[in-house]
């Protein structure tokens, strides 16, 4: 059953899982920094790169799919129990990411099965948000009140192919490690012939 008054609270919980998630990601550095001591700062700070590297990538991935999630839930005007499992479940994938990423920070560097579990958990959370949209798709009462197509849809499903793909690379190639991940810089190039291709049929 769907209801009104759910969804501000769906949302506002949702807002505020992630804000937990993504500022969990920085505690390893703040330990990294507080074993410091009288050490030479320069030196330190130069030994953390590859920790930084993992720790801002993670950051904009946690913000990106916040920012997919946002964008989404800004064209319904109700949930029902369904999306709310979907979003459940999308949390869940949220609130995981620092998992992987303290494990990729402790290995010194993205490498083995840690980046893999990585990049697992972000085509989980793009499987779930295309779920929900094609759900939605099919129960339109949900969407708010002038809204016919979904933003963001064929993006979706070009971002899960990726995903997979970039997987599998990661698997056979391992010493490519999360730079399989920059197969998602090409998603824009395929977003317009499929939109073109799909007005064809």
Same mark, same amino acid.
């Given at each position: /059953?769907?209801?009104? #008054?759910?969804?501000? #609270?769906?949302? @506002?919980? &949702? ?23 009288? $050490?030479?700062? @320069?030196?330190?700070? /130069? $030994? ?9 990538? &993670? ?21 029902? #129990? #369904? *999306? /709310? ?7 869940? $994938? ?24 990585? /990049? %697992?958990? %972000? ?10 949209? %094609? ?12 809204? +016919?197509?979904?933003?963001?849809? +064929? ?19 391992? @010493? *490519? ?22 007005? &064809?049929?």
């Amino acid at each position: /059953m769907a209801t009104n #008054r759910g969804f501000d #609270r769906v949302v @506002n919980f &949702s807002d505020a899982v992630v804000a937990i998630a993504i500022t969990i990601l920085v505690l390893p550095l703040v330990d990294e920094a507080s074993s410091i001591g009288h $050490g030479n700062v @320069n030196h330190f700070l /130069m $030994g953390i790169g590859p920790q930084v590297y993992v720790f801002v990538l &993670s950051f904009a991935v946690i913000a990106y799919y916040w920012f997919l999630h946002h964008t989404f839930f800004e064209q319904l005007q109700q949930v029902d #129990r #369904r *999306i /709310m499992l979907l979003n459940t479940l999308w949390l869940f $994938g949220i609130v995981f990411i620092p998992f992987p990423t303290a494990l990729i920070v402790d290995s010194n560097g993205p490498a083995g099965w840690a980046t893999l579990i990585y /990049m %697992m958990s %972000m085509l989980f959370l793009a499987i779930i948000q295309l779920a929900m949209k %094609m759900y939605v798709l099919k129960h339109k009462d949900l969407l708010a009140e002038g809204t +016919i197509a979904i933003r963001g849809y +064929i993006g979706s499903q070009i971002i899960v192919i990726l995903l997979f793909i970039a997987v599998i690379i990661a698997a056979v190639f391992p @010493n *490519i490690g999360l730079w399989a991940l920059t197969l998602l810089w090409a998603t824009p190039l395929f977003v317009a012939p499929v939109k073109k291709l799909q007005r &064809s049929h």
